[in-house]
């Protein structure tokens, strides 16, 4: 899914890489693809993973791991870092979720759960300030219920925000409402559209 | 001119019961852990604590929230693998939370520091996070309004002070810490070294020594971002 | 990546009628003269132009108003010794003058860049400046709402690019160039040297090259601030 | 004047000298009292004015003169450097003025005259932003009409602003919409309570 991701995303993009699944993205950017690595909490040009005498608690990413630096980085503080975001300057975000709604809505940040204790970081910034949001999910939970749905029924981190929704069954393209198939793993545009709840089309990817 | 602090303690020794306290850091990075175990032994209690998360372990920021002395806490991520001092306090109804998504943070401490009244901004829009707070509608697009954050101390972890007050940071730990410095009363930086005013490029300086008041040079610590104890190199 | 332009008509080639210019510099010291020089030789025309100042003497922005090719400036301080250009054309009411104190005309591109909706400033409170302006009164303090300026192109007077597109300044010329970066849709930067990406310590990176879109090297003018030639010091 | 002024500013504060006269009180702070200059258009730690070799245009203050920079400099770039005024940093600005009320009401930047160009610049922020804004002008105008006035007729720059009032002919203090005479040159408290068209009280400076 990591490598599909890699594969759309444009040449020279900047992007921001959400915590979790979506950090594996950075595996399949070749370098010659020139696209540039943000880190929400200050950082532009970010490198991999950092490994043994490499490793600066000063240097990490947004999940708190430790990374590197690549020749072209630069460091800034917070509130340049969020204007950057928020100002529409990032190309693409990916971003996990709990649930898309077909008119790109997007939940990531709490279940709604009365009990959890709530933390939501850069995930509603990212929502509405990256030009393109891409989101990885699983397309069911472990229940079976499917994540792309017609109305979100949990918290909300953005309003139609969510353009492209990569699945382990399938690749979505969400426009004007409507859900495209762009892609499929191991099954059918005519299986998914029994299975999930909401219509889908099928559709290529436009150039 | 700023003030080299002794120690931790001498550099918050008018913290009052009831302040706000500005912590920088995200994660452990930037967090100014020798100023947090000055903290320890202030008496001052009814603290609201604006930091990025709501600490990790048992040291540092968590080891501050678990005197009790800290009424309420403004972030953005409380929640991590190893919050277990918040998640007890909160569970327990004995903390206050106010969550901010983490760009409005960064922005409330900002405009607080510019003298900015308040600000429009689309994070949050039709969210749980937007209630009870105005909408506006400008130019085709929805935004809340938000409102500045002060405080009354600040408490950052810088890289290299000047005698004029002047700062640099090391990589992502600048973080929130040259936000956070123009938006209380007294900011205090834990520094690795402090060198003579113009040791430092004019055009490197990140936060301009107007905005600092102390300085206390880092103690090493295990669990420090920057963990190599701090250092005077000349003094005036 | 950016990309290096041979010269200004190049690095201004998609400019459009109608179009708003954010152009950075204070009195000379920031001004790009090289992208000044190459905006007389294009076509576009109704230009809106936004600077601090209104030109002085005959070159640099001056030139621009005389080519008759700018509708309105938004500026602080459209009047100096000099400004007779700028002068004549708005007693023959040849241009509009939008004025903004200095502060709210900083913050203001600072917003469009930051995605800022409006924001409320307590400049220009109970003075003809507010005229028709929203006024609001927040803890105690009145503010006025001010709205953001975007720009469609920024031209811009920086130090050193390096080929991420990094920008370093010189002193008191950074001025404007930081925050008109951020709050157009093409920025195009008048630099004094090129240099390969990693040249630029991340630490001291004072444009992120994510805000500049193109670079062309400054030719040596007479008036110009940083009057010495560009270089290229070497390519990828 | 300035001599007077550049004795009341406290030891250690930050400074901005607005255009023209103020920038004359630079001359008489001694190195020892560890003012620091800021100027808006993006540093402090300004020095005095550059000569010969010394001027370098790139380096200028807000008049537009070129300047020097002083051990302990920095530069910023325009929204921070207003963010400073504005967010009240500065402990003093000097600035001239057209008219100051008795309520400390500033205008210092049009004269309303309907045919000038007007230019306003940083004076607004500066009034609003600095901790304490000192005037330096003449008392009266070529005409012999008293600048300092009951209410502002010219377009005002800022609201009850303006602490002290430093003239060719006394040093006042502006407090709860009083006018507090605190030393005379060459008249006399009564003399000037004839001239003027405000009350004023003897008294001196606090400490």
């Known amino acids: 899914m990591a490598k599909l991701v890699a594969r759309d995303i444009p040449g020279g993009s900047y992007v921001n890489l959400g915590i979790g699944q979506p950090t594996l993205v950075a595996d399949y950017l070749p370098s010659d693809k020139h696209v540039v690595l943000h880190t929400e909490n200050g950082m532009l040009g970010m490198g991999p993973q950092a490994q043994g ?44 979720a709990f649930q898309v709604s077909t008119a790109g809505d997007l939940a990531n940040w709490h279940t709604g759960d009365p009990d959890a204790i709530p933390a939501v970081g850069g ?22 219920t499917p994540k792309l749905v017609p109305k979100c029924t949990y918290p909300l981190t953005g309003l139609a925000c969510v353009s492209r929704v990569y699945t382990d069954l399938a690749v979505f393209r969400l426009e004007d ?10 099954t059918t545009v005519d299986e998914l559209a029994s299975r999930l709840r909401v219509p889908v089309l099928a559709g290529p990817f436009p150039a | ?63 501050v929230l678990a005197t009790g002395r800290v009424r309420k806490i403004i972030c953005s991520y409380p929640r991590q693998v190893d919050s277990w001092v918040f998640d007890r306090l909160y569970r327990e109804g004995k903390i206050e939370l106010e969550l901010v998504p ?18 429009y901004t689309p994070t949050g829009v039709g969210t749980p996070l937007a209630a009870g707070k105005e909408v506006r509608n400008i130019a085709g697009c929805d935004y809340i309004l938000e409102l500045p954050i002060h405080g009354d101390v600040a408490l950052i972890r810088a890289d290299t002070a ?27 930086a834990e520094v690795n070294r402090v060198v003579p005013a113009g040791a430092i490029d004019p055009e490197n300086v990140v936060t301009p020594g107007i905005f600092v008041n102390r300085v206390v040079l880092a103690v090493g610590t295990a669990k420090a ?12």
Chains 1, 4 share one sequence.
Do not use: W
């Not at chain 1, 020749?71 to 503080?77: D, I, N, R, T, W």
């Open chain 1, 177 to 186: 409402d409507q859900v495209y198939v762009t892609e499929t793993f191991g």
């Open chain 1, 123 to 144: 995930a509603m910034d990212l929502a509405v300030g990256a030009k393109t949001v891409y989101v990885m999910m699983t397309l069911f939970d472990k229940d079976g």
């Open chain 2, 1 to 63: 001119m700023i003030e080299v602090c002794g120690d931790a303690e001498a550099a918050l020794r008018d913290l009052r019961d009831g302040a706000t306290v500005l912590v920088g850091g995200f994660g452990e990075a930037g967090l100014p852990f020798g100023l947090l175990d000055g903290l320890l032994r202030c008496d001052a209690a009814g603290l609201t604590v604006v930091s990025n998360n709501a600490g990790n372990g048992d040291s540092g920021l968590a080891a």
């Open chain 1, 53 to 96: 005498d490499d490793i600066d608690p000063d240097l990490t990413n947004a999940g708190k791991l430790p990374v590197t630096e690549l020749p072209g980085a630069s460091y800034f503080h917070h509130a340049d870092s969020f204007a950057m975001m928020r100002g529409g300057h990032l190309d693409v975000c990916v971003m996990g």
């Open chain 2, 102 to 119: 983490q760009g409005n943070l960064a922005e409330r401490i900002r405009a607080a520091g510019a003298g900015i009244g308040g600000f």
């Open chain 2, 162 to 188: 000047d005698e004029a007050g002047n700062l640099t940071y090391r990589k992502t730990a600048r973080n929130f810490g040259p936000i956070m410095a123009t938006a209380a009363k007294v900011t205090v």
């Open chain 2, 225 to 236: 971002g920057s963990a190599r104890s701090g250092s005077r190199e000349t003094t005036r």
